[in-house]
Structure formats: structure tokens, C-alpha cells
């Protein structure tokens, strides 16, 4: 087989001025904080407003936050962030995050300018993947391909990326600021969950079908859940930015300055009630429209350059298509078919978020081999390749499977969304990869494969903050603690039943507190209770709100205690034979 082999570029992006300044400045804050000229919490706000967090029990390691902007990435800039892990990161892998973002932990603080560097020279960046400011704005890792989008949303996001990027408006906001946007009528991006967000409408008016939005505000999760708003049913896309610049105006203005915890813009929006909040961004948006200045970014969006070509890869002459169980389960779960004849998307489960150097590299060639090198970062903590010929799948599946990629049920039940817990983050109670990995196996003895079990989405939080999103899923936990026998022990809190759909976020419901070496057969026991018990055609959540949380909890209640039998019962999973002490460090999600 001979496929076409785009070459590794050599050419380094060129940095603007401003990112130059900004690396040469984190420099000099470096040498003024170690020379004790600089007071650690001031350095601690810039680096934020720069992308670098703080590892838990250290001093001088960091986590690097990576934007990759609405999840847009192509195969040289997956080789060089390979290049930056393998460089810098313990452990040599990049996590995807549920913004579609990268992460490398354990980065020295010494090798920090050297990493922003050759992160910009890849043509990425860390600027404001932290802080109190607009953050990564994700899209439908789908959107461009779908057979059911409305139509293409990737000019739309990139358009708000590059208005807010540096934008003096978005700075010193109150707390962060989250955009999603959605092309499709399902639910790809969870728009519900974001402080705005943008879902794709047409609407004839004179005549002629105008491209637009349903603009929504207010959404988030953390320790207190809200659904966004509709702010109104259309928003012309040539109101878009304006509508968006008015939103991050009135948070910047009427946010909780005072207490962090009660600062994202839902709680204004809680405060005032959507009609108050609706009738004030209509006017300041009229405000902004009309005061603008002929230096500011332009609100025109240009949707040039995204009708994409097919790939020109170099095929055999005949691909024989393998009859195996693996490739053929391999094939129902991870493509999708595109709008574009022929061609299919394929996704790259990234376990447990996690993708190790050799992979990466090896998925940079994969791609230039047969999508032009084209790849997506999703939510769902995967990687996707779109333009795929349908035809070259039995090339790409054993190409994958080679670089210990071809894991299928991508999205399915056994594909877990978790946070980095308190591996590395500093207010994390438990250490949410340990659960994840022990939740695994109980996928083994074809619960994976059980039909009625697929659309069945687990999430898993190191604390109540929710960035692994548990309170959107089928099966959420979250990190506690609790003393038993005198013995601080990892907990985790089960909600049941969340979802998102167009218009409504539906949070999960607390259930019961079990210890975390318990979860895993809690979890099984449920799954097989659903199974034995819905009613046809009964989907998870649904059967929940039939049975009850309360029959849940009875049939449940035999693992909430610690099993006295087992010598690590005080141990957390994932952090074996090391006593469990809750510990919660300063936070560092607002600045």
C-alpha cells in the first residue's frame, strides 16, 4: 500500500508582537519572582492570565494549559506538542480536556518560556486558558461534516475567538467565561452548561434565509448548576459579536467581584431574572453598535476558507475489508458517515483523556496519510479525524491499532469523562483517574457491547467543581470525604440522570455517598439492575425518574459502608498505599 505522506513542516509559525512581549515577559517575571522582587500571588495572576497553573504539593511545577481553539488542529502541531511533552511533561502525554484543550503536567518552572515558544511557534497559544477571562471557546467536534447541521459553525467561533483574544474587555473580567457554539439540532457542544451560547438558525425574513442564532446565557456547573437562557429566538450572525461583546460588558460590570464563588455571570442572571437580563444585553448591544471605533476588531465574520476539498490520498487499487469481531465493532462505534460522499469521520478514543508521545506522533502521520492531516480535539475527551475515505478504514484501523489507538465504543458507556483530580490539581479531593481506571474493568464481560447500555454517558469529578461535567451525566460522581472509624476516607457522591439537549440542561440527581473503592461494583450492580429492569426502549435517565432515586438507594445501600475487610480500605483509588488525607489546597480556577 502506498498512501500519500504530506512531509513534517520545518517552518515555524511567526510570532505577533504581542505574544513575543508576552513570553519575554513571563521571562522577566520569572527572574523578578525568584530574585524576590515579585510577590508570589501577583506572579500567580499573571501566570493564569497566561495559561500556567499550580501542581498540587509544589512550588515550582506547573500545569500548562494549551487553547486549541474550537477544538481546530492539525497533524505538525500534534507532532510538536508530542515534541513539548516528550520535552517537558511528567507524564509524556497531553490530556484532552472536556473544553477541548491540552494539558502537560509536572512542566519545571524553568522550562516554562521554552514550552510558551514552541507552543507559539506551532501557532497555538496559553493566553487566557486561564484566569478570570473569556476561555477557550469550544464548538460540535462534528461541525463542517454533520448530516444534521444547520449549517457550519467553525467561522462563527473562530470569528469570537479572534475578537476576544487579547481583547482589553476580557481581562479582568469577575470570574471566567465560557462560549460553546452548536451547528446540529443534538446536543454535541452542551451548549446548555456555558456562559453563552450560540445553536445554528435560518430564518427567512424578505424573502431570503439569513443565517443566525439562538443565543443563550447564563449556563455553567461547579458547586452550583445553572441551565442557560434563551436570550432571544434570532440573532442575525452579523449581530453575533455585538450580542456576545454586550454579555461579557454587563458580567464585566454587574459580576460578584467580592466573592469568587458566587461570580460567573449565572448568578446575575439569577439575581435579575432572564427578562431584566434580556432587556439589558438588547441595549448594551445598541450601545456597542453604535460607539464602536474604527480601531476595534470588526464584528464582520467572514466564512471564507472553510468549504474544505477532499484529501488527495494515494490508495491501493483494492482494500480488503476485514470480517474480525474488533474491526467491525471498531467501525459501528468510532465513524461517522459525513455529508460528504465517500469520506467519514473517525474517532480516536484518547483513554481516559490521556495520549502518550509515541501515539500522538504516530496519529500526525496517520492523519497526514489520510485526511490531509486535518484533527479535532472533542469534549468528549477524544480526538477525531474528519475526511477519512471511506474506502481507507481497514488502513487507518490497522494503522491505529498498531499505535495502540483502535480502542473502540468511542462515546459509548465504556468511554469515561474524568478531570486530572488530585493527581495534579490543587483543590481536588479525590483522585478522579483512579476511579475512572477502576470502572473500566467492569466493561470487560460485555456491559461495553450491551445495546440497551450504549447511550449511557459516566462522569467523574475529583471535587464538587464539575470539571469532569458530572452533573450532566447518565451516572455522575464527585470527590468527598467522610470519617469512618476515626479514618478520613475518599468518598464520591452519585447523581443520577443528567443530560443536555437544545435549550435545557437537566442536572443530576445526588443520590448516595459511597466509598470510592466501592463505586465500581455499586456502579456494575445499577447498570445490571437498568438492564434487567427498564421497560423496552426505556433509556437510563428516564427509567431513574421512573424508579426513584429512593429504590436506587435501597438497592445500593450494601455499599456505602467500608468493606472492613480489605487492608487498604483508608487508601484512595488511584493513590494506593498512601493513607487518604483530604487535603484542598488554595484554587486557582479564578484569578
Not at 449549517?151 to 476580557?170: T, W
Not at 425518574?545 to 459502608?561: A, C, M, N, P, W
Amino acid at each position: 500500500m502506498s498512501a500519500t505522506t504530506l512531509p513534517k513542516t520545518s517552518l515555524k509559525h511567526t510570532l505577533s508582537a504581542p505574544h513575543e512581549a508576552e513570553i519575554k515577559l513571563f521571562e522577566e517575571n520569572i527572574r523578578l519572582l525568584e530574585s524576590g522582587a515579585l510577590d508570589s500571588d501577583d506572579f500567580r495572576r499573571f501566570r493564569l492570565e497566561n495559561g500556567i497553573y499550580g501542581i498540587r504539593n509544589t512550588t515550582d511545577e506547573h500545569m500548562v494549559r494549551i487553547k486549541i481553539k474550537w477544538g481546530n488542529l492539525n497533524a505538525d502541531q500534534l507532532d510538536a506538542l508530542a515534541d513539548i511533552a516528550e520535552a517537558y511533561a511528567t507524564p509524556k502525554c497531553a490530556h484532552v480536556t472536556t473544553r477541548q484543550a491540552i494539558q502537560m503536567h509536572h512542566i519545571k518552572r524553568r522550562d516554562v518560556v521554552a514550552l510558551l515558544r514552541k507552543t507559539g511557534e506551532a501557532g497555538l497559544t496559553t493566553r487566557e486558558a486561564c484566569g478570570n477571562t473569556v476561555r477557550n471557546v469550544t464548538a460540535c467536534h462534528f461541525a463542517g461534516v454533520s448530516h444534521e447541521e444547520i449549517f457550519d459553525v467553525r467561522p462563527y467561533a473562530q470569528a469570537v475567538v479572534d475578537y476576544f483574544l487579547r481583547n482589553p474587555i476580557g481581562q479582568n473580567l469577575p470570574r471566567k467565561f465560557k462560549f460553546a457554539f452548536e451547528g446540529c439540532p443534538t446536543d454535541h457542544a452542551r451548549v446548555p452548561i456555558h456562559d453563552f451560547g450560540a445553536v445554528a438558525k435560518i430564518k427567512e425574513i424578505n424573502g431570503k434565509k439569513v443565517r443566525g442564532f439562538q443565543c443563550y446565557v447564563g449556563g455553567g456547573l461547579g458547586a452550583t448548576p445553572f441551565s442557560a437562557q434563551l436570550i432571544e429566538d434570532f440573532t442575525p450572525e452579523d449581530l453575533l459579536i455585538p450580542t456576545a461583546e454586550a454579555v461579557v460588558r454587563i458580567f464585566d460590570r454587574h459580576g460578584n467581584r467580592k466573592d469568587k464563588a458566587r461570580a460567573r455571570i449565572k448568578f446575575v442572571l439569577k439575581e435579575w431574572g432572564i427578562e431584566k437580563m434580556r432587556e439589558t444585553i438588547l441595549e448594551e448591544r445598541k450601545i456597542a453598535l453604535l460607539t464602536r471605533s474604527g480601531a476595534h476588531p470588526s464584528f464582520k465574520i467572514s466564512t471564507q476558507g472553510y468549504d474544505e476539498a477532499a484529501p488527495v490520498v494515494d490508495m491501493p487499487a483494492s482494500v480488503t475489508e476485514p470480517k474480525d469481531a474488533d474491526y467491525l465493532r471498531w467501525k459501528l462505534t468510532n465513524t461517522r458517515k459525513q455529508k460528504q460522499p465517500g469520506h467519514v469521520t473517525v474517532l480516536v478514543r484518547c483513554l481516559l483523556g490521556d495520549i502518550y508521545v509515541p501515539q500522538m506522533h504516530a496519529l500526525a502521520d496517520i492523519a497526514r496519510k489520510y485526511c490531509g492531516g486535518r484533527l479535532r480535539t472533542a469534549i468528549t475527551q477524544n480526538l477525531v479525524m474528519q475526511w477519512v475515505p471511506e474506502k481507507a478504514l481497514p488502513l487507518v484501523y490497522a494503522e491505529l491499532q498498531k499505535a495502540g489507538l483502535a480502542e473502540a465504543n468511542a462515546e459509548r458507556v465504556a468511554d469515561i469523562t474524568r478531570c486530572p483530580g488530585a493527581d495534579t490539581c490543587q483543590i481536588a479531593i479525590t483522585h478522579s483517574k483512579g476511579l475512572a481506571s477502576a470502572l473500566t474493568p467492569i466493561f470487560a464481560n460485555g456491559m461495553s457491547t450491551a445495546e440497551d447500555l450504549q447511550d449511557i454517558k459516566i462522569k467523574i469529578s475529583g471535587c464538587f467543581n464539575s470539571c469532569g461535567q458530572h452533573h450532566i451525566a447518565d451516572m455522575g460522581f464527585y470527590g468527598s470525604s467522610k470519617v469512618v472509624d476515626g479514618h478520613e476516607v475518599p468518598h464520591y457522591v452519585m447523581l443520577l440522570g443528567g443530560y443536555t439537549e437544545e435549550g435545557q440542561a437537566k442536572f443530576g440527581k445526588p443520590t448516595l455517598q459511597l466509598p470510592a473503592k466501592r463505586v465500581p461494583e455499586a456502579a456494575k450492580k445499577l447498570l445490571k439492575y437498568y438492564q434487567d429492569n427498564h421497560q423496552p426502549n426505556e433509556i437510563f435517565r428516564a427509567f431513574v425518574d421512573r424508579v426513584g432515586t429512593h429504590q436506587i438507594k435501597d438497592l445500593l445501600q450494601e455499599f456505602t459502608s467500608v468493606l472492613a475487610s480489605d487492608p487498604k480500605k483508608y487508601e484512595d483509588l488511584g493513590a494506593e498505599g498512601v493513607a487518604f488525607k483530604m487535603e484542598m489546597g488554595k484554587g486557582e480556577c479564578a484569578a
